[in-house]
């Protein structure tokens, strides 16, 4: 099986999908075979990497399509359907495994996957920490962005003791980062302080092309590569890539 990166984090607006999005097409560009799965409503990721609301989610029987012309990368969108699988699955039994079960059968065709994640701690992501081999978290430096960390971690342990989940934390990526705010330079020797390993050394900085990027659809690969949030993904790709090697 080739490594499954459930990308969560409980609170919204943290750059969980633009991680996705940009990680995985930075994936891409070094190779391998990526496969996205737009797992967050929301469709975000969706709409810059296929049209939005096309097809249906992995749930309800989505299949991998290509996310354009961009080298080997692949979605399975959102889907219009994924706000009710959750209702769905909350009325299984053992719908917390959906996910899992539905990637098994196509998980051998990609060298990594990257699952995005709504922000919070329901099915939908539950399903995907249980899918997951491995656990990213993308952190903004900011006030209580540790205490959230740590209940994040404590619920990933609740689920790893359940013997259900079997995943690992692969990373913490410090994002939207403003080295001139002293709470955010706090905040990251902080986290480094406490997950040393754990935390990759690169930052992402605050950056006006990340921002504008998925507004016209695109990654920051396809929208400008050289600007430092395209540096910052290309370094935090590589970066990802030798832990998971490890
Ligand atoms: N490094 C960054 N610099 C500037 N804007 C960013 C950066 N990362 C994300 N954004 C913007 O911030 C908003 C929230 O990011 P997003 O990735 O959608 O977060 P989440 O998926 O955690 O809710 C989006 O509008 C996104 O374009
Ligand atoms: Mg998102």
């Given at each position: 099986m080739p490594p499954i990166i459930a990308v969560s984090?409980?609170?919204?607006?943290?750059?969980k999908t633009t991680s996705v999005v940009n990680l995985a097409a930075g994936c891409g560009l070094a190779g391998l075979k990526t496969l996205v799965v737009d797992?967050?409503?929301?469709?975000n990721a969706s709409s810059v990497l296929a049209e939005r609301g096309q097809g249906t989610s992995i749930y309800a029987g989505g299949q991998p399509k290509p996310a354009g012309q961009r080298p080997n990368l692949w979605v399975i969108t959102a889907g219009a359907d994924l706000l009710e699988q959750e209702q769905i699955l909350g009325r299984q039994n053992g719908g917390r495994l959906t996910l899992k079960q539905r990637l098994a059968p196509m998980a051998?065709?990609?060298d990594v996957i990257f699952i995005d994640c709504p922000p919070n701690l329901s099915l939908l992501p539950i399903n995907a920490l249980l899918a997951a081999s491995h656990l990213l978290v993308p952190l903004q430096?900011?006030?209580?962005a540790l205490e959230g960390l740590s209940q994040l971690l404590a619920y990933v342990d609740e689920l790893r003791e359940g013997a259900q989940a079997n995943l690992e934390l692969c990373g913490i990526l410090l994002t939207m980062f403003d080295p001139n705010h002293p709470l955010a330079v706090q905040v990251e020797r902080e986290v480094r302080s406490h997950f040393s390993e754990r935390t990759l050394p690169t930052v992402i900085p605050r950056d006006v092309s990340l921002a504008a990027a998925p507004s016209h659809g695109k990654t920051i690969f396809d929208y400008d590569p050289l600007s430092i949030g395209g540096l910052a993904y290309l370094a935090a790709t590589k970066e990802l890539l030798h832990g998971l090697k490890r």
């Open positions: 984090n409980q609170k919204g607006g943290v750059g797992n967050d409503p929301q469709g051998d065709q990609f430096c900011e006030y209580y």
